[in-house]
Nanobody, 124 residues
């Protein structure tokens, strides 16, 4: 049984930082591409960042230079470090695990397993 459990969300002021974590079980973690997506009310789910099994990364233009995705294969965990947060970053953030593919495929299609989501609210 595959489980993805996110943590680390919360309320933060603009300009602040948060670090999201996603602990995976039931998959051979090191062989999977891992990603973070987000969905704001009334909007479609969008890719935030993805990391392949060999550590290649890709980011949405809106978060480049502010967010960093990383993975710890020994701990079966993927992280999203979010700095310089803006109100428009407010959303539910979801962890995703899927069979590894070229970056071009990972950023253009949805597939795989999902976590339950963690809420990030950026507000003063």
């Amino acid at each position: 049984q595959v489980q993805l459990v996110e943590s680390g969300g919360g309320l933060v002021q603009p300009g602040g930082s948060l670090r999201l974590s996603c602990a995976a079980s039931g998959i051979r973690f090191s062989r999977y591409a891992m990603g973070w997506y987000r969905q704001a009310p009334g909007k479609e789910r969008e890719l935030v960042a993805v990391v392949t099994s060999i550590g290649s990364t890709n980011y949405a233009d809106s978060v480049k230079g502010r967010f960093t995705i990383s993975r710890d294969n020994a701990e079966n965990t993927v992280f999203l470090q979010m700095n310089s947060l803006k109100p428009e970053d407010t959303a539910t953030y979801y962890c995703n695990a899927r069979n590894d593919r070229p970056i071009a495929v990972l950023i253009s299609t949805l597939a795989g397993y999902w976590g339950q989501g963690t809420q990030v609210t950026v507000s003063s």
